[in-house]
């Protein structure tokens, strides 16, 4: 079974760039988070997704994030435009289950904005 | 206070040793609990889930105190390989997962 998958495993941007992240979850897990890991500081729940729908966005940044679900299948993070303080890594998993289970984490976007 | 918080470390300990790990985390309304296993420059991995009875796997056992409001994670007979950032993460009662910056452990011959 393949596990989580992520595109791009790197991105260097300018400031005031676009990037968008792709994520492919583990087929028929209708969950599927992001998470961005600043450098020196722990992992931290971006949004979560149930099929095509947004669960909870509670951790989205700001309205330069947009997150998107089309079909319930994969899912793209663009932040635009993009500033110094995104720099990090962005991790998506995926669940068969909302509460209580395992999330598979994919190998993570490591983005550095200058 | 953090949500969920760790000793850092790093814990330095040789092959052979016991170790033991806390994670104490501030929402009494917690309700899932996880000790997952990050490598340098990997994505974390699940380790073990923590139940309320505690849990053993193998070298690995998980305990939970919901009174005080802390896991922990023992380690027995450390191996080269077991060497990893160990992250401790808490779903509260909305079931954002939260997690803690994580403890390096390092296993030397």
């Known amino acids: 079974e393949a596990g989580v998958t992520q595109f791009p495993s790197h991105s260097v941007i300018e400031k005031g760039q676009t990037v968008t992240l792709r994520c492919d979850p583990i087929s028929g897990h209708d969950n599927l988070y992001w998470y961005r890991r600043v450098m020196g500081k722990e992992i931290k729940f971006l949004l979560h997704f149930v099929k095509e729908s947004k669960q909870d966005e509670s951790g989205m940044p700001n309205n330069r994030f947009l997150a998107e679900r089309t079909g319930g299948t994969y899912s793209t993070l663009k932040v635009q435009p993009a500033e110094l303080e995104d720099s990090g890594v962005y991790f998506c998993?995926?669940?068969?289950?909302?509460?209580?289970?395992?999330?598979?984490f994919g190998p993570g976007t490591r983005l550095t904005v200058t | 206070r953090k949500e969920v918080e760790q000793d850092p470390g790093p814990f330095n300990v040789p092959e052979g040793a016991t170790v033991a790990f806390n994670c104490t985390y501030s929402?009494?309304?917690?309700?899932?609990f996880f000790w997952y296993r990050q490598d340098c420059r990997k994505e974390p991995k699940l380790l073990m889930s923590v139940y309320s009875s505690g849990n053993e796997d193998g070298r690995f056992t998980a305990q939970l105190n919901r009174a005080s409001q802390y896991i922990s994670l023992l380690i027995r007979d450390s191996k080269l390989s077991d060497s990893a950032t160990y992250l401790c993460v808490v779903n509260g009662g909305s079931y954002i997962p939260t997690f803690g910056r994580g403890t390096s452990l390092i296993v030397h011959p």
């Open positions: 929402n009494s309304a917690s309700q899932s």
């Open positions: 998993a995926s669940s068969p289950r909302t509460t209580g289970y395992e999330q598979y």
